[in-house]
């Protein structure tokens, strides 16, 4: 029976390579066809992605993009919303230019379409491989729907800086965990079928290293060691592309002294000889112009420099589309070249199936049927409150009851177009659901919500109105501070409980929102400080796309619950947890530091020669700080729930292993109070010694377990070699024998430890 079944798994998975084989030849040779048709202009044409410009529905054929496209010179578009634009601009290309080729329609698809779902630093807190897939997903069926078929995600920027306002677009710290999660992203999108008319395109980005800029400042220089590129920062890339992503954006940063748009190395050499990446990669957005003032050349060299490098397609800068031919004719590139990005564009195309039909991802009926639906918002809803992080809950403050009378205060409370956090190009933001919105309804007449804002984001203006874009508006308040505060004590008054809701508006995270000081704005501490004489309960609702510093708000209030920017139903889902209907799950996935000097502050880092020893703050001579401790504010994989786990003594099935073997790791966890919950259980080891250091932990593996009050579950992981190599110093993927530890527990600090050898 057993002989059977490997017999015909191999016959299935040969039919399968053969299909395949068939399927590629059949698409070499339609690509092939149609290049030999292709003047030059055409094929740099294809290389060529403009922004969407001046494209008006009805006018496209008349526009400035729309001239371009009858003349063959634009490959695609990107970041057009709405499917009467998308369908009329496709129409231009396939009827009024020479060739007919079909556009590619991307967009910056990051955290949902028109259904937002948390920013990606909050996905990544659910540290739920099936739910962030389920969200790639929804996100993918709507965006389909309504013309996209490529999307500019995952972002696979592990980043240790939490002064980089693109963190948020990131999954966090770590590269196992960031490998996970771009790989289910790539799932939820690509689906197993390219060409289905609901799934599209990936592009993982930003290849690479650009959450290392220096200093955390946007679009800084990045200056790295091959180890820790192949060790740490490669790692979530690599998900994205063993997951199957059928695209790559370079990002704008420098790597080994070259800009990532011209680093040959990393663009052939790694991916696609190292990594076997077959896709197409595009730069950022005019990567190749910027490489002028990174001081690189002219348009003219750094545009056959990218080439060269390996890049396909040409974002916004037009440095393909204006200066290729000339460096042809000057024998700066070759041919060759320019058909192979051709090849890749049409590639991409032809799987998506735009050649069968151009329409497919533009179906008005679809559109109006499948984007925002209630099943997606309930979707969305559930995941947002399962993303969201319990820092502190003193006395069990929360969950509070529906019967309660709430002081609602803070410039975060009542603010819907800043629900759905950064980059939310599709997002609706008048249909956003405030918290306020959230609470209210579910209490119903149960309760009552007194509201008070009682400050600004900001009290400065200046930085207000810098953060205030996009439509993302926080509705400064012109009063002067004193006085919202007294409307805040007063609501304050009437109430059982203060939940104040506060920390970054949507725009002080993400793209060129770098912040040097991480801290609630000073105005806003007033406020907590005024609320906190009260003596009324303080429950600080945060709302921020990095890691912030707490530490005054972890000293001075009772619960602290991180909410990120959740989506388009945050404001349910914030209200869910608040009362208890969802108990939290989440764990954070980017260490919250005490202080900005503790900046860069991750879990795996190396032991050093002089380690100080554990639970001390000081010693002379010791690698540590005079003024702080070593240890951060929040570790890595820290979530609170509202009942509490206790994990046994993990026992190993073997206490030594050799190649091809395997060791299971069993052990108990129960919940040992009054809630229902979910556990994220994490696994992690350490590499006693080896030929480079290694990290005190590493991340190996986690699970979520739902648990019922009282309840005690066995849980178990399994390892074998492979989760114990590393790239040594000859970039060798190898596992050395010797002594490792295990250790497991709720969080990368708090953990129960055992221990085995490699032979
Ligand atoms: C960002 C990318 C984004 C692109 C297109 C750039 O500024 O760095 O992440 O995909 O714009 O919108």
Redesign the pocket.
């Known amino acids: 029976m057993m002989k059977f079944t490997l017999v015909s798994l191999l016959f299935v998975a040969t039919l399968n390579a053969f299909a395949q084989e068939q399927g590629n030849k059949k698409m070499d040779d339609f690509i092939t066809d149609l290049m030999a048709k292709m003047t030059l202009e055409e094929k740099i044409g294809q290389l060529n992605l403009p922004g969407s410009g001046d494209i008006v529905t009805g006018q496209a054929a008349n526009s400035d993009i729309g001239r371009k496209i009858k003349e063959g010179n634009v490959g695609g578009l990107?970041?057009i919303k709405g499917v009467d634009k998308i369908r009329a601009v496709q129409k231009v290309a396939v009827e009024e230019s020479r060739l007919k080729i079909p556009l590619i329609f991307g967009m910056?698809v990051i955290h949902g379409y028109q259904t937002v779902f948390p920013i990606p630093l909050g996905l990544a807190s659910t540290w739920d491989r099936a739910l962030i897939e389920q969200s790639a997903r929804v996100a993918a069926q709507e965006a389909s729907a309504d013309g996209i078929c490529w999307t500019?995600s995952p972002?696979a920027d592990l980043s240790r800086d939490p002064r980089w306002g693109r963190i948020a677009e990131g999954h966090g710290e770590d590269p196992y965990l960031g490998y996970e999660m771009a790989a289910a992203m790539v799932r939820g999108y690509q689906g197993n079928d390219l060409s289905a008319n609901n799934t599209i395109m990936a592009c993982v980005?930003?290849f690479a290293l650009y959450g290392a800029s220096e200093a955390g400042r946007d679009y800084n220089t990045v200056d790295m060691s091959r180890l820790r590129m192949y060790n740490e920062y490669f790692a979530p890339y690599k998900g994205a592309i063993d997951a199957g992503a059928g695209s790559v954006?370079a990002s704008?940063n420098e790597v080994d002294g070259i800009p990532a748009t011209a680093n040959k190395w990393l663009m052939t050499e790694v991916l696609r000889n190292q990594w076997g990446f077959d896709g197409f990669i595009v730069t950022?957005?005019t990567g190749i112009n910027e490489m002028i003032d990174h001081g690189i050349g002219g348009l003219k060299e750094v545009s056959a420099l990218a080439l060269q490098a390996g890049i396909d397609m040409d974002?916004v800068g037009e440095g393909f589309l204006t200066t290729l031919k000339a460096s042809l004719s000057e024998g700066k590139i070759t041919e060759q070249q320019i058909d192979q990005a051709c090849r890749r564009v049409l590639e991409a195309k032809y799987k998506l199936g735009l050649f069968d039909d151009p329409y497919k991802y533009a179906d008005p009926q679809r559109s109006a049927r499948e984007v925002y639906t209630e099943e997606n918002r309930k979707i969305a809803r559930n995941i947002a409150a399962r993303s969201f992080v319990l820092l502190k809950n003193e006395g069990k403050v929360l969950p509070i009851k529906k019967t309660n009378s709430i002081a609602l205060v803070g410039p975060l409370a009542n603010a819907k177009e800043n629900m759905a956090g950064t980059w939310s190009v599709a997002a609706d933001f008048s249909k956003g659901i405030s918290v306020m919105q959230g609470l209210q309804e579910l209490m119903g007449q149960s309760g009552r919500v007194h509201y008070a804002k009682g400050s600004n984001v900001y009290s400065d203006s200046t930085l207000e109105a810098r953060v205030s874009v996009f439509g993302k508006n926080t509705g400064w308040d012109r009063r002067p501070e004193k006085v919202l505060i007294d409307e805040a004590l007063s609501a304050a008054g009437k109430a059982d409980v203060i939940v104040a809701v506060m920390g970054e508006a949507a725009e002080m995270s993400g793209?060129s929102s770098s912040r040097t000081d991480i801290e609630l704005p000073a105005n806003q501490r007033r406020l907590i400080e005024a609320l906190l004489t009260t003596g009324k309960p303080v429950v600080l609702v945060v709302f921020t796309g990095r890691p912030l510093v707490l530490k005054w708000e972890h000293e001075n209030i009772q619960a602290i619950l991180n909410v990120w920017f959740g989506g388009s139903e945050a404001g349910y889902a914030v209200a869910d947890v608040l009362f208890g209907d969802v108990v939290p799950s989440g764990k954070i996935t980017s260490t919250f530091p005490q202080n900005v000097g503790q900046i860069p502050i991750f879990y795996n880092h190396k032991n050093t020669g002089r380690p100080l020893p554990e639970g001390q703050w000081f010693q002379k001579f010791r690698s540590n700080y005079l003024d702080v401790s070593n240890e951060p504010l929040y570790p890595f994989g820290y979530g609170l729930s509202y009942t509490d786990f206790r994990y046994g003594q993990p026992i190993l099935s073997r206490n030594s292993m050799s190649a091809g073997e395997e060791i299971e790791i069993r052990f108990s966890v129960t919940n040992t109070g009054d809630y229902d919950a979910e556990e994220v259980v994490q696994l992690y080891i350490r590499d006693m010694v080896g030929s480079i250091t290694r990290p005190v932990k590493e991340l190996k593996d986690f699970k979520k377990v739902m648990l019922k009050k009282g309840e005690s579950s066995q849980v178990s992981f399994t390892i074998d070699i492979e989760d114990l190599k590393f790239y040594n110093s000859d970039l060798q993927f190898v596992a050395e024998p010797g002594e490792f530890k295990v250790f497991v527990g709720g969080n990368s600090r708090d953990v129960k430890e055992a221990g085995f050898t490699l032979k």
């Open positions: 990107f970041n910056d500019f972002m980005k930003h954006m704008f950022d957005y974002m793209e």
